[in-house]
């Protein structure tokens, strides 16, 4: 049986309440906020309030930095309890596909936590057995920037890609 640090049983049994459609989700999508401190209360308001998105925070989860939310502590979003499409791509289609997964901070000035890794390692595996396989491959996961059609720095230039692709293989 695994041992998790990061998902304790009642986050484990949250994703699990969610009513996930096999094969809907293809790719896992890592993305930082840009800021030194939140929390997905925060992005939430943020992201009714001036992005005037009607579904609110924009991502699936929230991975905290030890600023406003714990460090390492995984948020779930109402996009993944609701299992509706997200709003942290820029394509309607990649949205509907992809699982949107935050780390709190500002990774162009500053490496991710140790536990923001580990967060999102446990995370992402976790995902990649609960949404199930489609044609025989697990959910896809990658940066931002490596999925996004225009241009973006994000997850931030000291995110860890290749620490992502020898962990995901992708």
């Given at each position: ?5 990061y998902?304790?049983?009642?986050l484990?049994?949250a994703?699990?309440n969610?009513?996930v459609q096999?094969g809907?989700?293809k790719?896992?999508?890592?993305h930082?906020?840009?800021t030194?401190?939140?929390n ?7 992201h009714?309030?001036?992005?005037k998105m009607q579904?609110?925070l ?8 030890g600023?406003?939310?714990g460090?390492?502590q995984?948020?779930?979003?109402n996009?993944w309890t ?5 709003g942290h791509?820029a394509?309607?289609y990649?949205?509907d596909i ?6 709190v901070?500002?990774l162009?000035?500053?490496?991710p936590t ?16 609960r949404v199930g396989k489609?044609?025989?491959k697990?959910a896809?996961?990658?940066?931002h920037k490596q999925i996004n059609p225009k ?14 692709r020898?962990k995901f293989?992708?």
């Open positions: 049986m695994k041992r998790w640090r998902l304790s049983p009642s484990r049994k994703i699990d969610a009513q096999r809907r989700w790719y896992i999508v890592v930082n906020s840009g030194r401190q939140g997905a209360r925060v992005f939430d308001v943020y009714r309030r001036v992005r579904n609110g924009a991502y699936h989860f929230v991975i905290g930095n600023n406003s939310s460090n390492g995984i948020e779930i979003g996009r609701r299992q509706i499409n997200g791509v394509s309607d990649l949205n992809a699982l949107g997964i935050c780390l901070g500002d162009n000035r500053d490496t140790k536990d923001q890794l580990g967060a999102l390692d446990e995370l992402c595996t976790y995902l990649r057995d489609v044609k025989g697990s896809t996961v990658l940066g241009p973006t720095d994000c997850p931030g230039d000291r995110f860890p890609l290749s620490w992502l020898k293989g992708n």
